[in-house]
DNA sequence: GCCAACGTTGGC
DNA sequence: GCCAACGTTGGC
């Protein structure tokens, strides 16, 4: 079981998104890095940390998990996205993607300045400057301090 | 809206 | 294969 941070701007998709759909494919990345992770990495059942990014108030959002792993992202194959490949084919696609499941809202989001104040969360390309990376792994011992800054 | 950081593209 | 130009991310 691993842990993951995955940001979304949620102008786009928002944690009361995934709440009310229940399910949805983690579509739209386009960076190699990050498909990587989905195609290779994550595992169902792995816990997902809901990142708000390029929003008023950026931090982790709330928790979600792997429920199907990796599969073709569908909206490179089609032309009215704002996600299509020209050069996927359904014999040979290019963007793999998850889908994730919702688990929890926190009650307040844990902000990223709150992030930055931990000492533990140092590592954490998230609190560090100029990291665009849309999805990074997470430590166990990063993820339990995170939960544990949930409640108080 | 600004701008630093950094990934991608394309000419050579 | 290099690297400048360009585009995008994302905090502020």
Redesign the pocket.
């Known amino acids: 079981m691993k842990y993951w941070l995955m940001?979304s701007?949620p102008d786009v998709f928002s944690i009361d998104q995934l709440k009310s759909k229940k399910k949805s494919g983690w579509d739209g990345v386009?960076?190699?890095?990050a498909r990587n992770f989905m195609r290779d990495e994550m595992k169902l059942g792995d816990i997902v940390l809901f990142?708000?990014?390029?929003?008023e108030i950026?931090g982790v959002a709330g928790l979600a998990k792997v429920s199907r792993e990796s599969h073709p992202d569908p909206s490179q194959f089609d032309p009215k996205s704002e996600y299509y490949d020209p050069k996927s084919t359904l014999d040979n696609p290019r963007w793999f993607m998850v889908e994730v499941e919702f688990v929890e809202k926190f009650e307040d989001v844990i902000t990223?300045?709150m992030l930055?104040e931990k000492k533990e969360l140092e590592n954490m390309p998230?609190v560090?400057?100029?990291?665009?990376?849309?999805i990074n792994p997470v430590s166990e011992k990063e993820y339990k301090t995170i939960l544990q800054m949930r409640l108080g």
């Open positions: 940001k701007e386009r960076n190699y890095q990142y708000h990014s390029s929003c950026p990223l300045k930055k998230v560090q400057k100029g990291s665009r990376l849309s």
